[in-house]
């Protein structure tokens, strides 16, 4: 079955930088588009980024754009998101997911990144 495992959260100050990691496992991770989703406290889930399957092309939430980094390594089956210049507004448990994200089947656990001083 569908197996994401996430790392790399923590707390970080405002403006500082974290880097995710998932480690995909349990079905065919270079033929699927992945994504990066969060759910804030007391908020629902929301999209985040997603990649297409071979790495070549990305998009992302407006809010943050231009501060975080989607890739992928089909090689090792692992999906990354580089985070920079976090702000408060970014705190939120972080999923790895596959389509469709908002089965909680196709998401990792999560890793919870807080953005404070």
């Known amino acids: 079955q569908v197996q994401l495992v996430e790392s790399g959260g923590g707390l970080v100050q405002p403006g500082g930088s974290l880097r995710l990691s998932c480690a995909a496992s349990g079905f065919m991770f270079s033929r699927n588009p992945m994504y990066w989703v969060r759910q804030a406290p007391g908020k629902g889930l929301e999209w985040v980024s997603v990649?297409?399957?071979?790495?070549?092309?990305?998009n992302y939430q407006a809010s943050v754009k231009g501060r975080f980094t989607i890739s992928r390594d089909n090689v090792k089956n692992m999906l990354y998101l580089q985070m920079n210049n976090l702000k408060p507004e970014d705190t939120a448990v972080y999923y790895c997911a596959k389509d469709p994200w908002p089965d909680p089947a196709n998401r990792g656990q999560g890793t919870q990144v807080t953005v404070s001083s």
């Open positions: 990649i297409n399957v071979d790495g070549g092309s990305a």
